[in-house]
């Protein structure tokens, strides 16, 4: 008699032979295919560009990998791909440039075996787009004397979408003549670019209008706002050879003096009259960014910019002033006296130290000690006389100034007027320079004076008007003189 468990495991061995037989390795899954579902099904309102949808998928015999979803949407009908994720869920912006367009949307599931639902989900659906607006905030306009600039604009807009993300809203901008050729920012803030405003190749007086206009994220284009203002061409002539900035006030008590020894000293350098430009800030304030004044400069070889015995901080080179740094390293040529023009510990200044000390080739400013803390801010009191070593000359001082800078100047060959030691209302150990000429690398030159010319224009014997020839050696310096 056998064994019954040599009989089981007998019967066992037999079964297997004959399954093995008849080419069988196991026990295989039913084949199968996943099945998709969305979670909005049948007819639906119409409902906003931006959408959040949902989706799943089963199947009996595996699990599901992840899906493949694509939108067909009239409005773009060249994209059909089907895209792959593993998500259930996505936030969808649909394009609808006119406003409304009805479109597709499918899903499909992939299991574990690769193989896609035959029959993949389908949702119509009716979206609906409003339109963004845009409007105008900062502009050019006659109460910040900003309606007439040279080839450059800055604005500043406000952004509303009832629909959807302000944020995601582009702004299409363009001058007239350029309505074919728009340029696209992000934001609330562009200045436009100077090419922008050349008429036949060249810039031309008159006025002209910028307008601008949103497009949401679903490509809806909105109203259109604009702003006219007056342009100036550089100058009447083809050569812009020099702009003289007078940032001085008709309220300051030097202000005749002032105006008068800079229009002197430009005039009996040669210029042209076509060639070179003024421009009153009390005036004319054209400049709304650091964009504005680079862009400004840039039109102009040389830039003279004076402020005569404001001991005030200079408002605009302190707001703007980074735009200097891009025209000197484009081979700009600027000349600029202040007081009170560059920024200490505890002083405060127009220039940062990092400017100073990149564009001035200086390490910083002289300080002394003034209580509770010390001070940048230099005086002198009366007669002293400065030395001005680069042009060979010299200035005698009559006036009482308060506000200048002494530079910690590493190259000595670049002091253009020092004060002599002991010469200071504070009493300086050592002399120190109160103005410099430093050439750029991109072969521009920087000219930073912090004693105002002005001050040295009283005859004195030996010192006959010595500030208007020392004046016209610095524009000299400067390229302004002979053709």
Known sequence: ???????????????????????????????????????????????????????????????????????????????????????????????????????????????????????????????????????????????????TTFASITVDWSVSDPDGDASRVRCSLWLDGHADAPLIASGTHFTMPSQQFLQGGVYRSGFRTLYLQGIDDGGMAGPVDSVRWYVRQPVAGTRARLLLVDDVPHTDPANTRVDTLYANAVANTGLDPASWAVLRLESDQPFRSAEDLEQTLKQFETVVWYRGEQATIPKVLADYGEGIGPYLEAGGRMFVESLNLTEAMSTYGAFPLAFVSRYLNCDGVFQYPAPPDSSASWSLSGSGQLRCPALDDSLLNRRIVVGLRAFQARDPAQVLISVPAHTFSQDNPIEMAVALDVPQAGGGRFIVDTYPMVSATISVTGFPQRASIVLLKILGRLGLTGP
């Open 1 to 147: 008699m056998r064994h019954p468990l040599a009989i089981l495991i007998l019967g066992a061995t037999l079964t297997a032979l004959a399954l093995g037989g008849c080419g069988l390795k196991g026990i295989t899954r039913p084949q199968s295919v996943p099945d998709t579902f969305i979670f909005v099904q049948g007819p639906v309102d119409t409902v906003n560009h931006i959408v959040h949808l949902h989706w799943f998928g089963t199947d009996p015999h595996g699990y599901i990998l992840g899906f493949e979803v694509r939108l067909l949407n009239p409005a773009a009908p060249a994209d059909t791909a089907w895209r792959f994720t593993v998500l259930k869920d996505s936030v969808i912006t649909v394009l609808t440039p006119a406003g409304f367009t009805q479109a597709v949307f499918e899903v499909r599931a992939i299991n574990d075996r690769g193989v896609r639902d035959p029959d993949p989900a389908r949702q119509t659906f009716d979206f609906r787009n409003q339109p963004p607006v845009l409007r105008l905030v900062g502009k050019p306009n006659a109460a910040e004397r900003s309606d």
